[in-house]
């Protein structure tokens, strides 16, 4: 009988977010060398058969991690730590302190993200990068600018900075962006609403399924990623794959993907800085040294960190680690 594992995640696929996406695609990446299942909670009716989890965010999964702790000990047990994990709850939060010590491996998404552990933490972590399949980079109008910010609408992704962008870009016809994700806070919802009518380059689309986002990520002159905090965002590596530019907040979680030398970010909730980055875009947008080439030229040397099959020999060597350490 193959060996079984199981991926816990705060967020199945009604929620259509990070951990979703994350949590489905290491399933699929481990079908063929074990069973795994995925689930929200553990244990559950087929516990019995799991000798191997992997739990997605410290505090939202620290029940399930406590009761694997408690019925097979570390090992076996594997972390992956969220952006909310490494830049919030890890330090203030007693749950998720708690999972740190619990785990026999500790994942992080991008090359900075170690450092956010505490010391006694760090030799049991290692880096995965996660992966997007490459997409084909479409012809795109000169006639406009288009720049799409994607993320469901909550603090930690900090739309407040796009909205005073698009007030600052309020009128230029030429620069055109497009906003994708749900209300996850409703006085966010509110405030996108209230930006694009007195915007007309500004669009809230609303939560989109996961084709649509990629399509329009490949349709994009340039993703805008805004956020305070993130453990490794998958809109921008699949911007990435897809050989379109980024504009990205200066913080650990994007300068962990991108890289320190990267030119396309902008200070975290400066929305100037970011309606000037997009000014400078749309002026060089037909120009093989303006700003949109040179971020191209940038981001397609990082991309084969984020190909696929290198995402899958890492998760597979973190599950082979997991099992051989909880052999019966």
Not at 48 to 57: E, N, P, Q, S, V
Not at 75 to 92: F, M, N, P, Q, S
Not at 107 to 119: F, I, N, S
Not at 161 to 176: K, P, S, W
């Amino acid at each position: 009988m193959p060996d079984q594992a199981v991926i816990v995640t705060p967020a199945l696929g009604d929620a259509n977010n990070g951990n979703w996406q994350t949590a489905r695609r290491w399933a699929r990446f481990l079908a063929g060398i074990c069973r795994v299942r995925v689930v929200k909670t553990w244990p559950d009716g087929e516990a019995a058969g799991d000798r191997a989890m992997i739990a997605l965010h410290a505090r939202r999964s620290a029940e399930s991690i406590a009761a694997w702790q408690r019925e097979r000990g570390s090992g076996g047990l594997a972390l992956v730590l969220t952006g909310t994990d490494l830049y919030r709850d890890i330090r203030e939060d007693a749950a998720a302190q708690a999972s740190l010590a619990r785990a026999q491996a500790l994942v992080v998404l991008q090359e900075l993200g170690v450092r956010a552990l505490p010391p006694e933490y760090r030799d049991k972590a290692r880096t995965i990068f996660q992966s997007a399949s490459p997409r084909r980079t479409p012809a795109k109008t000169e006639r406009h600018l288009r720049a799409v910010m994607v993320g469901h609408l909550r603090e930690e992704k900090s739309p407040g900075t796009l909205f005073a962008a698009a007030r600052l870009l309020a009128d230029r016809r030429d620069i055109r962006i497009d906003h994708i994700g749900g209300a996850l806070d409703p006085g966010l919802g509110a405030e996108a609403e209230a930006t694009a009518s007195r915007c007309p380059g500004y669009r809230w689309l609303g939560p989109l399924p996961h084709a649509a986002v990629r399509a329009r990520i490949q349709r994009a002159h340039v993703l805008v990623h805004c956020s305070r905090m993130e453990g490794g965002a998958h809109a921008v590596i699949e911007a990435a794959a897809s050989g379109t530019p980024v504009l990205a907040s200066r913080i650990d979680g994007n300068v962990g993907l991108l890289g320190e030398d990267y030119g396309g970010y902008f200070a975290w909730n400066d929305a100037a800085a970011l309606a000037r980055l997009l000014t400078e875009c749309r002026a060089g947008q037909a120009s093989p040294s303006g700003l949109l080439e040179r971020l191209g030229r940038q981001l397609a040397a990082r991309a084969p960190r984020f190909a696929p099959a290198t995402e899958q020999a890492a998760v597979r060597a973190l599950l082979r680690d997991l099992l051989a350490r909880n052999r019966p």
